[in-house]
């Protein structure tokens, strides 16, 4: 069975930096594409970044120059560094993860930024 697991999310004020993880078991990440997606109540869950099984990394244009994905495949993790963070920035973040037809995806953690 795959999990996915996140960790790091927190409340922090505006400005500052958190940096989430993920953490897989039941399968090895690597051939996937990894992305983080965030959701806030009655809205629709955005992608927020996303890294492919080669490395190459997408961002949402608000989180551009911002953010950074990576990963770690000796690990099994993916990671989203996360700077100069907003208050409405506030969401529930999830890890996701993609092969071919294999979609999974974590139960999310909460990111609270103060103002």
């Known amino acids: 069975q795959v999990q996915l697991v996140e960790s790091g999310g927190g409340l922090v004020q505006a400005g500052g930096s958190l940096r989430l993880s993920c953490a897989a078991s039941?399968?090895?990440?690597?051939?996937?594409?990894m992305a983080w997606y965030r959701q806030a109540p009655g809205k629709q869950r955005e992608m927020v970044a996303d890294?492919?099984?080669?490395?190459?990394?997408a961002y949402a244009d608000s989180v551009k120059g911002r953010f950074t994905i990576s990963r770690d495949n000796a690990k099994n993790t993916v990671s989203l560094q996360m700077n100069s963070l907003k208050p409405e920035e506030k969401d529930v973040y999830y890890c996701?993860?993609?092969?071919?037809?294999?979609?999974?995806w974590g139960k999310g953690t909460q990111v609270t930024v103060s103002s």
């Open positions: 039941g399968t090895i990440l690597r051939g996937y594409t």
């Open positions: 996701h993860a993609h092969l071919f037809k294999n979609d999974y």
């Open positions: 890294i492919s099984s080669a490395g190459s990394t």
